[in-house]
């Protein structure tokens, strides 16, 4: 039997007594700048030559492990979270876009085999402001900051970046998904077994939904039944890359409005 997922597994995790995750002094920017300064010298009595013109500078980009298979990468000012996956569904309706390895792969296109608790800490240290999960009587629906998603596959020797929109579709209209998830950021219940361990709903495999769930780590912003009877989305199966093709899934914070 696999060990809990729900037990802490870093100190970190252990502290928590809310949702919030305490980033503690971590220094996750190392840039280098290089500046290259050139000119033509003139010979005597021409005019002086233009002002020398520094070339480009690119910021190196970092990447840097947060948990199995979870990765902040840094460049300059730009922060997104990769996530490696895999294909496990291409074809049916759909409850998630993203579970936890083991748990939901029936309903959802892709799986990953994290602690969604470590998918949390990352899409915060890369600035992404969390908010709430779905609220039901009365209905109020999930908030967080803006997530952008793709998913980026390689199929004979080619690699291909989608928007994770175009592998789901409503089921009646047959239209690709036109919204984009909010970072809800799941909750923390208390443990029965282990009182000093609480445990993180989207860790049952509610990790990118397109149904809503209280316990989504990421969920969309629409009123979208979970009944199975009632499910709004389904695989986009012709978009929709093998089972078991391996993929790169992007979550990259949109800036908000101030």
């Known amino acids: 039997m696999p060990a809990d997922p729900n037990r802490s597994t870093g100190s970190a995790v252990d502290a928590m007594t809310t949702k919030r995750f305490r980033l503690c002094g971590v220094s996750l920017l ?26 480009e500078t690119k910021a190196e980009v970092k990447r840097i492990e947060i948990g199995q298979n979870v990765f902040l990468e840094v460049e300059g000012k730009k922060r997104r979270v990769i996530v490696s996956a895999s294909i496990c569904l291409t074809k049916g309706p ?4 993203l579970t ?14 994290i602690d969604a608790r470590t998918l949390h800490k990352a899409l915060l240290l890369s600035g992404a402001r969390e908010g709430s999960p779905v609220r039901f009587d009365p209905y109020k629906a999930a908030t ?44 923390l219940i208390p443990n029965p077994l282990d009182e000093k361990n609480k445990i993180y709903l ?37 978009r929709i890359p ?3 093709t391996k993929v790169s899934v992007i979550f990259e914070p949109v800036p908000e409005k101030k």
Do not use: M
């Open 144 to 187: 967080g900051q803006t997530i952008k998603i793709s998913c980026v596959y390689e199929q004979k020797g080619k690699v291909t970046s989608v928007r994770a929109q175009e592998w789901i579709r409503d089921a009646n209209t047959k239209k690709i998904l036109s919204h984009d998830w909010v970072f809800a950021g799941s909750r």
């Open 100 to 113: 936890r390895k083991d748990t939901k792969e029936h309903e959802a296109v892709l799986t990953a085999d």
């Open 202 to 238: 989207a860790n049952d495999g509610d990790v990118v939904c397109v149904s809503n769930f209280e316990s989504a780590l990421l969920d969309l912003p629409i009123k979208s039944s979970k009944a199975n009877s009632e499910l709004v989305f389904e695989a986009n199966t012709e």
């Open 30 to 55: 190392s840039l280098v700048l290089a500046a290259v300064v050139g000119c033509d010298l003139e010979p005597s009595g021409t005019a002086a030559p233009a002002p020398a013109r520094a070339a």
């Open 94 to 97: 759909l409850e998630q876009l």
């Open 242 to 244: 093998p089972v078991g």
